[in-house]
């Protein structure tokens, strides 16, 4: 089970806790994830990533074992804790301002 936490504004529509498990197929990358993600929860659909172009949406990132994965190809595959469940995918809303 792949293990993703998710930005408090997505949680609340999605309702769901900080956490949640996915079961994926095949290697585990940002596509195969997020395909998951969409298909479990399809009111998350559009919001992570466009509707069309299907890149990810400005101001969300994505973290994987402490490193950014938010400009890695959406195929590359994630690390081997991510993988295994070990640890988490994390979804995180960038903060901007001046």
């Known amino acids: 089970m792949i293990r993703v936490v998710l930005p ?5 529509l999605a309702r769901v806790g900080a956490e949640v498990q ?3 197929e095949g290697t585990v990358t940002q596509r195969s994830v997020l ?12 919001t ?3 509707h069309v172009t299907h890149e ?6 994505f973290f994987a074992c402490e490193e950014d994965y938010s400009l890695e190809p959406p ?6 804790k991510i993988a295994s469940g070990a640890e988490p995918l994390l ?3 960038a903060i901007a301002g001046g």
């Open 22 to 24: 996915l079961h994926i």
């Open 35 to 46: 395909d998951a993600l969409e298909a479990q929860y399809p009111m998350l659909r559009g």
């Open 8 to 12: 408090g504004h997505l949680r609340a």
């Open 75 to 80: 195929d590359t595959p994630l690390p081997d």
């Open 91 to 93: 979804i995180i809303g």
């Open 48 to 50: 992570i990533r466009d």
């Open 56 to 61: 990810r949406r400005p101001f969300l990132r």
